[in-house]
């Protein structure tokens, strides 16, 4: 995605500072309106868009970073919190506070959801055991995963897989 990102602004003639980062370019001029419009343009066939509000860009960033942790095969080295906030260099409580505020969900609830939704792509296609899903998804437990996942979808994970399956038929 940077890639194409750098590739559709030099394409336009947009000039940046920096390297591409967590959807973050920082501009060496002021675009005149017509390069703008034509960067939004492409961004829009992606399904992208533009964001301007500061608090809205640091949700964004979070979110960005919670996907990159959820997507690593190692487990990770430190918590979430200190993960997100060592990365975006400020203060959790901060951005914990942004988050909430521009989302309408916690940090914490928006990384529970996303790991469930790991969870059911992993039940629903592959082969793994549950006790394997634990294990790929960093999880303390078997107990831990299925208390989780319970409380986000009302049922256990063998439950889920065995519904699923039955309305597929």
């Known amino acids: 995605m940077k890639r194409w990102l750098a590739e559709q602004l030099a394409d336009i003639g947009i000039m940046y500072e920096k390297d591409i980062r967590l959807g973050e370019i920082i501009l060496s001029s002021i675009i005149p309106q017509a390069k703008l419009s034509a960067l939004k343009n492409k961004l829009a066939e992606k399904g992208l868009e533009m964001i301007y509000d500061r608090k809205q860009i640091l949700a964004e960033q979070v979110k960005y970073l919670v996907y990159e942790m ?12 200190q993960y997100i906030a060592s990365r975006l260099f400020l203060n959790y409580t901060y951005l914990a506070n942004i988050f909430s505020e521009t989302q309408g969900i916690t940090i914490e609830h928006y990384i529970i959801d996303h790991r469930i939704e790991k969870v059911k792509q992993l039940l ?3 082969d793994h055991s549950i006790s394997q899903i634990a294990d790929i998804m960093h999880y303390s437990s078997i107990g831990h995963l299925s208390n989780q996942f319970k409380k986000v979808t009302g049922m256990n994970p063998s439950e889920f897989k065995k519904q699923v399956q039955k309305a597929s038929f």
């Open 124 to 126: 629903l296609y592959s």
């Open 70 to 81: 959820l997507e690593r095969s190692e487990p990770p080295e430190e918590n979430y919190s």
